[in-house]
């Protein structure tokens, strides 16, 4: 490094919103201690406690021409500034920049921390997770710490050594509790109120992008027909995304137009959970899924498929229930029974608000911040 140079960390991630929803803390955190601090993503705007916001055209699927613009690109960028520290989030982006930093001479290599926020993969798929294996895989030999948030990832990282240096375990990016907690019974009533919801009605809430991995299909049909016999339930889904008019013309086939809500982006969920009484959610993969982890810091029990991530967090008769993923039918008798414990959830309320103290952020930063600093420690006194 040179002298007199403050030492430079890129955060890289497919959307700013990702940046901008989990990563602030961490991007202030470095500026406090001297960084120089860098953003890549699809997209630029200001980002607080960004110094630089580069923009690379990131596309989904891993072998669109796109992203080879964008792999040269970021190969320029890593020529033309000296990185010292490299943090990589969301598959497609960190499968990107560290395939950059692949093709640059290792003299000029930073160190490259890797965030899996859930492998696209389970060991349980055979030949398929090829596709997204192998690239991990092929990035490893650059990748001087791996991060990861649940146990079935931590296993698939170790069994298959996807990292050079380091495997770390960690509690996820960590959860802001002020933004998100319940209110008081009063308060409750009279934001349900405003909002033109009824003390009768049982309110289940999704938030997630509409998309194939969300699954949002399963639930709509699971939910028309145990709400057929319960008119009081309702379901509101927050997002956007690919599928969310599919979804809609599928709530129309269904019937459901006075049962399912759709709110589209909701930019503060902090104030729709402690609303609603049931959390619930069909995703197929997960690493450790912050729409879940938010709506049990406001104290509602989850419904939920039995995947890695989900598995961290809804513990069956404590904090929630879970069901075989894809299972309608399994989905629909959890759906019931949750409607018919309505008034009976105080203690799985209960056991999420304190279980979600685990995740919390003033805990989890400084121990990601430590896994880096400690890491960073080592490399210079080499």
């Given at each position: 490094?040179?002298?007199?140079?403050?030492?430079?960390?890129?955060?890289?991630?497919?959307?700013?919103?990702?940046?901008?929803?989990?990563?602030?803390?961490?991007?202030?955190?470095?500026?406090?201690?001297?960084?120089e601090v860098w953003v890549v993503a699809s997209s630029s705007q200001e980002i607080p406690f960004a110094d630089f916001v580069i923009t690379l055209p990131f596309e989904k699927?891993?072998?669109?021409?796109?992203?080879?613009?964008?792999?040269?690109?970021?190969?320029?960028?890593?020529?033309?500034?000296?990185?010292?520290?490299?943090?990589?989030?969301?598959t497609l982006a960190s499968a990107v920049i560290r395939a950059a930093i692949l093709t640059i001479p290792a003299r000029q290599r930073?160190?490259?921390?890797?965030?899996?926020?859930?492998?696209?993969?389970?060991?349980?798929?055979?030949?398929?997770?090829?596709?997204?294996?192998?690239?991990?895989?092929?990035?490893?030999?650059i990748t001087d710490v791996t991060l990861v948030m649940n146990h079935e990832d931590l296993e698939i990282a170790r069994q298959h050594h996807?990292?050079?240096?380091?495997?770390?375990?960690?509690?996820?990016?960590?959860?802001?509790?002020?933004?998100?907690?319940?209110?008081?019974?009063?308060?409750?009533k009279a934001a349900r109120k405003k909002a033109g919801y009824t003390d009768t009605d049982v309110?289940?809430?999704?938030?997630?992008?509409?998309?194939?991995?969300?699954?949002?299909?399963?639930?709509?049909?699971?939910?028309?027909?145990?709400?057929k016999r319960h008119p009081k339930m309702k379901l509101l889904l927050a997002g956007t995304g690919a599928l969310e008019e599919e979804c809609k013309e599928l709530a129309k086939l269904l019937h459901m137009e006075t049962q399912v809500q759709f709110l589209g982006y909701?930019?503060?969920?902090g104030e729709l959970y402690p609303l609603c009484d049931v959390s619930a959610t069909s995703s197929r993969i997960e690493g450790l899924p912050f729409n879940v982890m938010e709506s049990m810091a406001c104290g509602l029990p989850v419904v939920a498929s039995d995947i890695k991530g989900h598995r961290e967090l809804v513990l069956p008769g404590k904090t929630g229930f879970l069901f075989p993923s894809g299972d309608q039918e399994a989905l629909e008798q959890q759906l019931?029974?949750?409607?018919q414990l309505r008034d009976q959830l105080d203690s799985y309320r209960h056991n999420a608000l304190l279980h979600i103290q685990r995740y919390r952020l003033d805990r989890v930063l400084p121990d990601n911040i430590k896994i880096y600093t400690d890491v960073i420690g080592r490399t210079k006194k080499k």
């Open positions: 490094m040179a002298l007199n140079r403050k030492p430079k960390i890129l955060f890289c991630a497919s959307t700013l919103g990702h940046i901008l929803h989990f990563h602030l803390p961490y991007l202030q955190a470095f500026r406090s201690l001297g960084y699927n891993l072998t669109s021409p796109r992203n080879l613009q964008a792999i040269w690109k970021a190969r320029k960028l890593f020529k033309e500034h000296s990185f010292d520290v490299v943090s990589t989030h969301t930073p160190l490259v921390f890797c965030t899996s926020h859930g492998y696209l993969f389970s060991e349980k798929e055979g030949w398929k997770k090829w596709r997204y294996l192998l690239p991990e895989k092929l990035c490893a030999r996807l990292y050079k240096g380091q495997l770390c375990f960690t509690d996820g990016m960590g959860l802001d509790l002020k933004r998100y907690h319940p209110l008081s019974e009063e308060a409750r309110l289940f809430v999704y938030a997630a992008e509409f998309s194939p991995r969300k699954n949002q299909a399963l639930l709509l049909r699971a939910f028309a027909s145990v709400s909701v930019d503060r969920m019931e029974a949750v409607y």
